[in-house]
């Protein structure tokens, strides 16, 4: 069936440091590709989406571009803040949704 | 703005014990969900609702039921609990034809 492999956590980062998440996926079709992020004591909440081939998504400095190639759509964001710790989940969207094992993120300044 | 409710932020019951979890949402969605959210597993689906009084089984239902009598409200039910229960659950809804969902912030419970 669909499913996400997103890399273990946790991943701790020191303020302004480059952050890579990796997120694989196996779909029978072409899903659409997301990543939520939980705040502490939070729900979840969509950061960013990519509904097809090549699209890049981004919000508040982070990106992920869907690549269906590897088919990969990692989480990238160039200088992380205290305020980015999180837990970071990827999702695919085809029958219904899929969700990743999520990646806890601390950022210490 | 939106918003999803949950009755509880924490809850702690005792094993046999019947466990109502409810949630609300004032987006007039069609579409509701109940994950189970667990370290190193992410979210697992355990019911969801397409319509008033429709219901759908997720990835894991055992153990579990679920009412939804009118369109904002889901409820999940433990009919009698287990420790192997004790997790975070999360509710969430999206309208009919849209695939953005919303998440309450979560029912952390601990069966003992």
């Known amino acids: 069936g669909d499913s996400v492999t997103q890399m273990e956590g946790p991943v701790t980062l020191s303020e302004e440091a480059f952050l890579t998440i990796n997120c694989t996926y196996t779909?029978?079709?072409?899903?659409?590709l997301f990543w939520y992020v939980q705040y502490p004591g939070e729900g979840l909440q969509l950061l960013l989406k990519?509904?097809?081939?090549?699209d890049k998504g981004s919000n508040k400095g982070f990106e992920a571009t869907y690549r269906k190639e590897t088919t990969s759509f990692h989480l990238e964001k160039g200088s992380v803040q205290v305020s980015d710790s999180a837990v970071y989940f990827c999702a695919l969207l085809y029958n219904d949704m899929r969700f990743g094992a999520g990646t806890r993120l601390t950022v210490k300044p | 703005d939106v918003k999803v409710t949950q009755s509880s932020r924490y809850l702690v019951k005792r094993t046999g014990e019947k466990v109502f979890l409810e949630c609300v949402q004032d987006m007039d969605h069609e579409n509701m969900f109940w994950y189970r959210q667990d370290p190193g597993l992410g979210l697992r689906l355990i019911y969801f609702s397409y319509d008033v009084k429709m219901k759908e089984k997720g990835d894991i239902p055992e153990g579990y039921s679920v009412s939804r009598e009118k369109k904002e409200r889901f409820s999940l039910i433990l009919e009698s609990a287990s420790t192997n229960q004790t997790s975070m659950y999360l509710c969430a809804s999206s309208p009919r034809t849209g695939w953005e969902q919303y998440f309450g912030p979560g029912t952390r419970l601990t069966v003992t």
């Open positions: 990519a509904t097809k081939a090549d």
């Open positions: 779909a029978t079709g072409y899903p659409s």
